[in-house]
């Protein structure tokens, strides 16, 4: 097999040597050659994508956060070109919602055998994303989640995060319009759109959703508190987020928002600036990825910790 390895040196809190290592072990116990493109503030990933696209590979490897993965797979839209994911951030989410391994040999040899499927991708205001576009209180989180609490702190910058910024963001009313269906006014903290149904690609925020589904899902989340915070939290450790009476659920290939003020937007966690609207389309299978047939169900809670039913 013929593969281009896109690296980013600067992603995670591992060293490029070891991750490197790890990575070149695994591939000559496979038996399996590469070429190393290596990511720079002069080389991002549009100049490595173009390299691929002069002599396709069999399969392009990138090795990086969430942010890497997206920017490539943004660039190999429609190239049939299949991308496969070495876990090398903080929160790995696409990788972890693929059931990607975590330990690199297993990874290599899971983007070397496993099977190539299709993949949407969801354009938001222009711009690409691969797991969730939102606008309020999320883009606040990502925000706070800096480069440096991530490097010290891993996925707990998250939790972090998302703990400081309870009440900094005020009720908003967005206007959602989904497949030229009427328009619904929604009230809420924070509006998402998901093309992976999962936070950190391990919680079932969306548990029925699809990476290959030709819809992104679209929820209107309440979270003024720490009692918001909590009753959220445990319907998505549980996988019951449709029952949380704070949020409001839809889905579709086509999304336009708008909203009664500006709020700051984030695509795949990369903070971007003020709008007052969202317009979104699902481009369905655009991409091709080394992935299992299934998404991987995320973290459950063990039955006993449920409610019992109630009887009457």
């Known amino acids: 097999m013929r593969v281009t390895l896109i690296f980013n040196p600067s992603a995670g809190s591992r060293d490029t040597t070891s991750r490197l290592a790890a990575i070149h072990a695994a591939c000559r116990d496979l038996g399996v050659d590469y070429e190393l ?117 891993g996925l707990l910058a998250y939790i972090y995060a998302a703990l400081t910024q309870l009440g900094s963001t005020q009720t908003t009313e967005f206007e959602v319009e989904v497949d030229r269906r009427p328009a619904e006014r929604i009230a809420g903290h924070c509006l998402l759109l998901a093309n992976i149904g999962k936070l950190f690609g391990e919680f079932d925020l969306f548990p029925d959703s699809r990476p290959d589904d030709a819809r992104m899902d679209v929820a209107v989340l309440t979270l003024a508190d720490l009692n918001d915070f909590l009753a959220l939290s445990g319907h998505v450790l549980q996988g019951t987020m449709e029952q949380h009476p704070g949020s409001r659920f839809l889905s579709g290939a086509r999304v336009r928002v708008r909203l009664d003020r500006p709020l700051r937007s984030e695509v795949d966690g990369d903070v971007m600036g003020l709008t007052d609207h969202l317009e979104a389309e699902v481009l369905a299978g655009a991409l091709r990825v080394v992935r299992l047939p299934e998404q991987r169900r995320g973290f459950q809670l063990p039955a006993w910790t449920k409610p019992a039913a109630r009887t009457s």
Request: no cysteine; net charge positive; aromatic share 6%.
């Open 37 to 153: 493109l290596m990511l720079a503030p002069d080389r991002p990933a549009t100049w490595a994508v173009e390299r691929v696209l002069r002599d396709p590979p069999e399969r392009v490897w990138v090795s990086g956060g969430d942010g890497t993965v997206r920017a490539v797979g943004a660039a190999l839209l429609n190239s049939n070109i299949p991308l496969a994911v070495l876990p090398g951030g903080t929160a790995n989410a696409i990788a972890r919602s693929t059931g990607v391994p975590s330990r690199t040999a297993d990874a290599v040899r899971f983007a070397t055998l496993e099977e190539p499927r299709p993949f949407d991708a969801v354009r938001v205001n222009g711009r690409i994303s691969l797991l969730t576009a939102g606008v309020g209180y999320d883009s606040a989180v990502m925000a706070t989640a800096d480069a440096e609490l991530k490097r010290r702190f």
